[in-house]
């Protein structure tokens, strides 16, 4: 290869690298969308790069070539870990695996701000992990994830349609979020059954609207709850009125923008 490194098929077949559905792994090989998704999350140069899970190395290498400063990649697979670390020679002084479950990590804790994850995340963990991000975007700021699709809709919709619900809510609250581009199950090792999607999710210098993260956690498990039931039904258990941050007890969950949701969790805060 041009960059001095051993094909990646080698690379599994030399440690044994079989995708466990235990972990959610699914290998991405092709060098072609791997540079795509480093390229997509932006300048690397100035940055601290965490990746989380990166299996046999594709994005790890296309992130390191694409320029990133300083790469952590997080991995709790020891056979992907052990495959990694023959990357370090290559780039020294660049690049550093810590073999522990990223459910477990606050990133901040692992390198300097500013910090961008990017990421083909497990999918059996790539929902918990965001929320863990959301809840603690301090000095972090890009990350370029990918999702099965499903997962990307909910994160970009809009009120009004079937994929909007408390996910797109707490986003978009926090975050600007655009969806970049799909990859065909073919794409991966072994092939999923969903197609997938990188998502570009950069953090707002100021969250749409003041809410507490756990009373706006509150206020859209109660609504999307039952998102077919009018809001002064779905938000009676929370013992709060709609009426009084100025939106009709009739509408439903769909209807509410992210800044109605976070004057009902101000409001929720009022009760305590």
């Given at each position: ?91 020294p002084g660049r690049l550093q695996i810590i ?96 197609t997938s999607t990188v998502v570009n999710l ?49 509408q439903r969950a769909e209807d509410l923008l ?15």
């Amino acid at each position: 290869m041009s960059d001095g490194l051993p094909p990646l098929r080698d690379v599994i077949r030399r440690h044994e690298i079989t995708a466990r559905k235990s972990m959610g792994q699914n290998f991405l090989l092709d060098p072609n969308l791997t540079d795509r998704i480093a390229r997509a999350a932006g300048d690397l140069t100035t940055v601290n790069v965490i990746e989380i899970g990166p299996g046999p190395g594709g994005l790890t290498r296309a992130l390191l070539a694409n320029g990133a400063r300083h790469l952590t990649t997080i991995e709790r697979d020891p056979r992907s870990a052990k495959a990694i670390r023959e990357l370090v020679s290559h780039y020294p002084g660049r690049l550093q695996i810590i073999e522990a479950d990223a459910l477990e990590i606050r990133l901040q804790n692992l390198v300097e701000p500013p910090i961008k994850v990017a990421a083909n995340l497990p999918y059996n963990i790539a929902t918990p992990l965001l929320l863990g991000w959301l809840k603690d975007l301090g000095g972090i700021a890009g990350l370029t994830l990918m999702f099965q699709r499903e997962v990307a809709d909910r994160l970009a919709a809009r009120p009004r349609t079937k994929a909007y619900g408390r996910l797109s809510v707490v986003a978009q609250w926090l975050c600007e979020v655009r969806p970049t581009f799909n990859l065909p199950k073919d794409a991966f090792t072994p092939p999923p059954k969903v197609t997938s999607t990188v998502v570009n999710l950069t953090p707002r210098l100021e969250s749409l609207a003041e809410a507490r993260f756990e009373a706006l956690e509150a206020v859209t498990a109660a609504a999307f709850g039952q998102r077919r039931k009018m809001l002064r039904a779905s938000l009676k258990p929370l013992d709060i009125d709609p009426v009084a941050c100025g939106i009709e007890p009739t509408q439903r969950a769909e209807d509410l923008l992210p800044e109605d949701f976070c004057a009902l969790a101000r409001l929720l805060d009022t009760k305590d």
